[in-house]
């Protein structure tokens, strides 16, 4: 079987086909272009869509809503099977155009590039990419357009990375099922002395992390048991770092955030932190 040069993924939960955004884009580039679309839908209920018979697409219902990870590593199985060279990740709440997608299929560099991204913001807010080299932000300083091998850290979506670079690293860590994958992906792939490529493409994206009045406690708790265990299992250079701003978290969660549960739940990661000494 000869691949496509891309093959997408789209992580469903509790989203309509028929509402999504991107919609459109998705339903013309496939008529129009080479590609295949992988569809994981972690809705309670599948989605029986007349669009998903395109023997173009591939559409997996799974009701345990497992998260990111475990979808990833189905897509890159059956790129790997269909010997494509680009797994797209693609998330319901981004926004992109048709220009996107084509850019990503001409793409051509003489340098091996294990990733491929776009600028993305969020409420006019650049989230994506940045150096990774540092916990936090701390300057505005971001990645140039073009070729780096420096460390570079990007959230999934909008991302297209070579297979053979998500072969080499064994693919998705499965314990990051959702938050702090795309942390684990970018700290992985620099350890080998990875290529990057940054796109000029802006996209949006609808973060809802960013705001602490729209992430529920579970969410939350969910998000501080993966930064724990990636800084302590993992990127442990960045420790120190991630424990001085988890008590700069709590100065600002005392003045900003109504909801006092979030408060504790950041109070029982610092007791955490001290008990591990």
């Known amino acids: 079987m000869v691949g496509n040069r891309l093959m997408m993924v789209l992580v469903l939960y509790n989203q309509s086909w028929n509402e999504l955004a991107s919609r459109t884009v998705l339903e013309t580039f496939l008529k ?30 799974d009701a345990a809503n497992p998260g990111l990870a475990k979808a990833y590593n189905a897509a890159l199985n059956l ?15 981004t926004k992109f155009e048709l220009d996107f997608l084509e850019t990503l299929t001409d793409f051509s560099n003489e340098t091996e590039v294990a990733a491929i991204f776009p600028k993305i913001y969020s409420q006019d807010q650049m989230i994506s990419p940045f150096f990774a080299d540092q916990y936090i932000r701390l300057s505005n300083e971001i990645p140039a357009v073009g070729l780096t091998d420096q ?3 990007a ?3 909008g991302t ?9 690293i064994g693919g998705f ?17 620099s350890k080998e002395n990875s290529y990057f490529y940054i796109l000029p493409d802006h996209l949006t994206h609808d973060l809802s992390v960013l705001d602490y009045s729209q ?38 969660q005392l003045v900003r955030v109504s909801n006092k549960q979030i408060l504790k739940a950041t109070l029982a990661q610092i007791r955490k932190l001290k008990q591990g000494d």
């Open 32 to 61: 129009e272009k080479s590609g295949h679309l992988f569809v994981y839908d972690n809705s309670l209920a599948a989605q029986n869509i007349s669009f998903f018979s395109s023997e173009k697409i591939s559409y997996v219902h």
């Open 79 to 93: 790129a790997v099977q269909r010997k494509d060279q680009y797994l797209l990740l693609l998330d319901q709440d």
């Open 151 to 153: 460390a570079v850290m």
């Open 155 to 157: 959230i999934n979506s």
């Open 160 to 168: 297209a990375l070579s297979v053979k670079a998500l072969q080499k």
């Open 173 to 189: 860590n499965e314990e990051f099922p959702l938050d702090y994958l795309d942390h684990w992906l970018f700290w992985r792939l």
């Open 215 to 252: 992430v529920s406690l579970e969410r939350y708790q969910s998000i501080l048991e993966a930064e724990y265990r990636y800084y302590t299992r993992y990127n442990r250079s960045l420790f120190p770092a991630y424990r001085k701003q988890l008590n700069r978290r709590i100065l600002k």
